[in-house]
Structure formats: structure tokens, C-alpha cells
Nanobody, 115 residues
């Protein structure tokens, strides 16, 4: 089974930045679709950003221009650089690895944007 682990969450002031990191095990990492999702209290889990492969990315409208997803296949790492954070970004952020029809999830990392 693929193991997924996120890190980098924390408390940040509005307008601040954080970088989340995620690693996923497996020799087929370069073939995984890697994504960042988030979930706030009382809301559905939503896609934030997705890396299909190097150079192919998707973003939610709410984060486009502020967040950047990137990946380093050699290191089995994916990152989410979050800039100009606002309180609406407060959520638990989950890293996801998709291989064919299989989804593997990390346990989440908390991001709180507050003054």
C-alpha cells in the first residue's frame, strides 16, 4: 500500500505564506496524480490543486494565482506553496496520491489563518 504523509501546516497571519510538503511511497511515484485537498468544518472536502505530471497542473479558482503545486519525482515529493493566505484558507489539508482507480490519503495537516 502507498503511504502518504503531509507536513508543514501551522498558524499564519492573513497575508502570510506556508509551504506544505507531502511524500508518497512507491516505485511508481512519477505516475501518480498528486493532489492537495482541504476540508473545513461543515464543508465538503474540496480539491485545491493537482499535479497530473510535471508541468500539468490544475487549481481551484479560489487559490489560482496564490498557490503553486510542484513535484519532485526523484525525491517522491510534492509541495504546495501557499501565498497571500486569508482566513477562508483555514482547513485541514490532505495530500492525495492517485494511481489508476486507487486513492491514497495522508492524515492531514492543519492550516489556521488568523491574526
Amino acid at each position: 500500500q502507498v503511504q502518504v504523509v503531509e507536513s508543514g501546516g501551522g498558524l499564519v497571519q492573513p497575508g502570510g505564506s506556508l509551504r506544505l510538503s507531502c511524500t508518497a511511497s512507491g516505485r511508481l511515484f512519477s505516475g501518480y496524480i498528486m493532489g492537495w485537498y482541504r476540508q473545513s468544518a461543515g464543508k465538503e472536502r474540496e480539491l485545491v490543486a493537482r499535479s497530473i505530471t510535471v508541468g500539468r497542473t490544475d487549481y481551484a479558482d479560489s487559490v489560482r494565482g496564490r498557490f503553486t503545486i510542484s513535484r519532485d519525482n526523484a525525491k517522491h515529493m510534492v509541495y504546495l506553496q501557499m501565498n497571500n493566505l486569508n482566513p477562508d484558507d483555514t482547513a485541514v489539508y490532505y495530500c492525495n496520491a492517485r494511481w489508476r482507480e486507487y486513492d491514497y490519503w495522508g492524515q492531514g495537516t492543519q492550516v489556521i489563518v488568523s491574526s
